[in-house]
Nanobody, 122 residues
């Protein structure tokens, strides 16, 4: 599966942004999907994950209640709705796919897309 994240940009503190991840290749609904972020010089951080059906979602404590992931299997897309953004949310955001939700949550996904940069100004 090939992945491409988009939708990043510059937003003020407290603002909102919606990221998208488009997938091509094999049957999209077979894959659990996830969002990660990384600041240069730091380790990649798990943000959120969603099961293939969309029924199960997981979030890191740092984003719970502010960021929401969803997916549209008919469109082969996953989304990350970001609200009440903070400067510490500034990072490059990546989407990932794996047939195992646990592997995504443990940062061991086997397919990755190029990231999209989110910058939150104070």
């Amino acid at each position: 599966v090939q992945l491409q994240a988009s939708g990043g940009g510059l937003v003020q503190t407290g603002g909102s942004l919606r990221l998208s991840c488009s997938a091509s290749g094999r049957i999209f609904s077979m894959y659990a999907m996830g969002w990660f972020r990384q600041v240069p010089g730091t380790e990649r951080e798990f943000v959120a994950a969603i099961s293939g059906s969309g029924e199960t979602t997981l979030y890191s404590d740092s984003v719970k209640g502010r960021l929401t992931t969803s997916r549209d299997n008919d469109k082969n897309e996953m989304y990350l709705q970001m609200k009440n953004l903070k400067p510490e949310d500034t990072a490059r955001y990546y989407c990932a796919a794996d047939n195992n939700l646990g592997r995504i949550q443990s940062n061991q996904a086997r397919a990755w897309g190029q990231g999209t940069l989110v910058t939150v100004s104070s």
